[in-house]
């Protein structure tokens, strides 16, 4: 039997030969452990060092500079303020899968199997012209479509890949398609382009190896640079998931100042990870305060889908997509959203009948939505707001009946009206709310009715407290 003392130089002589074992080895990989490794942490090195000079290099802007860039982002934006409602379409090669435009990377499908779908790609000619026709329809003033998804597969003639449309089986370039339909109905153009790629060789590596970042980000600016020369004017670039970079390793500062050179009215989104001219909240709604001039569009999809999902039947309603359009216009954003055209370029039914229902509501309605002011009256159960002037647009999306009231609506109210029939309202006003009477048993306009007041001033509302400490109270 051992002793205690005896165990424990025994565990430590062990210990220690492990311990001298394990520190040679160390020793030999940190010497001579990996080319790969090696060269994997230089071009790290490499890149990181890029970096740190691009950072470095970066001009401060005078007070004089800085002024002048927010008054012209101000100019430019102002068209897109006005307009407050947009289409986005997302389709590419996913639209055959019909499973979402995720499903090459969820599914994991080998890019040479991939590929192969763009020898089947061959929607109609000219499927653009529905798509705009439904969106001027639905009261919609500007499109977005994707050039190139994720998936790598550019829309658009490109010089820089076989890659694309006009050289696969559609043989076609479908961006220009997109471009003349839009332009014909009288929207604004804008372009979708994804800088993450799962096709290009250098799209992951990028990250780690500065040889496969410089391809790889003239690849991507390259691009770029093709879809901002060769269609006229463009009104909106909308870049997508900068993954593996950052503004630095993207180079976006100066793909930017490209952008700017080509097109100098041209807006830009925030997602090549500088803010430029406007945020990109996705799939909800996010009211944001300006900041040096700058806007925001909440973008989502019309069921849970970007591209075609054939299955994906969780469809907003025309009453969720209104109300969705008047919460954005009421907090000073715009709301763009998308369809997922089939691959022969069709557009499923579920969408065409909610733009449709959508469009009609924007024929008797559009006024209290494009270019509305921001309104600082929110508080409701049953309704949103929207303003113009001193004019305030009460949005009911449950309509409460023959009388009803809004609480802490404290601006003179001058008078009031239902917007669809021209038909007054009676109402009375004290401190705590304004309430309405005489109005019709059931709504008068579908999938929402619209009350407008006239209101001597900017209409303001105060708080939930207000009421709640300065109402009269009953005894106990």
């Known amino acids: 039997m ?33 080319k790969k490794s090696a060269a994997k942490k230089k071009g790290a090195k490499k890149v990181a060092v890029k970096k740190k ?41 996913y639209a055959l899968i ?56 550019c829309l658009f003639d490109s010089e820089l890949t076989d890659y694309c449309a006009p050289k696969r089986a559609c043989g076609r370039d479908l961006v220009r398609e997109y471009v003349d339909a839009a332009r014909g109905e009288g929207l604004r153009v804008g ?35 093709e879809i901002c020369s060769n269609y006229g004017k463009l009104d909106i670039l909308w870049y997508d998931v900068p993954w593996p970079l950052d503004a630095e390793g993207w180079e976006s500062a100066k793909m930017n100042a490209m952008v700017r050179s080509i097109l100098p009215d041209v807006i830009i989104n925030n997602r090549s990870k500088l803010p430029e001219d406007f945020s990109t909240p996705e799939q909800h709604i996010r009211g944001e305060e300006s900041v040096d001039g700058r806007g925001w569009e909440a973008c989502m ?52 009948d909610i733009l449709t229902k959508v469009g009609e509501w924007m024929d008797r309605n559009g006024q209290t939505i494009y270019n509305a002011d921001r309104c600082k009256v929110k508080s409701s159960l049953f309704a949103d707001f929207t303003r113009k002037g001193n004019t305030l647009y009460v949005h009911a999306h449950f309509w409460p009946g023959e009388s009803w009231s809004i609480g802490g609506l404290t601006t003179k109210v001058v008078s009031a009206k239902i917007l669809r ?18 109005l019709p048993a059931e709504p008068p306009d579908d999938p929402v009715s619209v009350i407008a007041l006239e209101c001597a001033s900017e209409p303001t509302q105060e708080s939930g407290d207000f009421i709640r400490k300065g109402m009269p109270r009953g005894k106990a």
């Open 421 to 438: 029939t021209g038909e007054p309202v009676k109402f009375e006003q004290d401190e705590f709310g304004t309430r309405f009477s005489g």
């Open 191 to 225: 372009f979708y382009h994804s800088l993450m790629d799962w096709h290009h060789p250098d799209g992951a590596t990028c990250a780690e190896d500065e040889g496969a970042r410089r391809r790889f980000v003239d690849y991507i600016h390259g691009q770029v640079r």
């Open 98 to 153: 019909g499973r979402h435009e995720w499903a090459m990377e969820r599914e994991a499908i080998p890019v040479a199997e991939y590929e192969k779908l763009a020898d089947r790609f061959t929607p109609v000619p000219n499927a653009a012209r529905e798509w705009a026709a439904l969106a001027k329809r639905a009261g919609m003033k500007y499109m977005v479509m994707t050039t190139k998804h994720h998936e790598g597969f």
């Open 301 to 352: 999809t019309m069921n849970d889908s970007w591209g075609y999902h054939g299955s994906d039947d969780d469809w907003k309603s025309p009453k969720r997509v209104v109300q969705n359009l008047v919460t954005c216009a009421r907090d000073g954003g715009n709301y763009l959203l998308n369809i997922g055209p089939k691959a022969d370029g069709s557009v499923p039914r579920e969408s065409i």
């Open 2 to 34: 051992f002793s205690v003392l005896s165990v424990s130089s025994v565990v430590k002589a062990v210990l220690g030969k492990k311990g001298k074992a394990m520190a040679a080895k160390k020793r030999a990989a940190r010497k001579g452990g990996g």
């Open 53 to 93: 000079a691009a950072k470095k290099a970066a001009p401060k802007m005078s007070a004089a500079e800085k002024t002048a860039e927010v008054e012209d982002r101000i100019r430019r934006l102002e068209w897109w303020h006005e307009a407050k409602f947009g289409m986005f379409i997302h389709w590419g090669l």
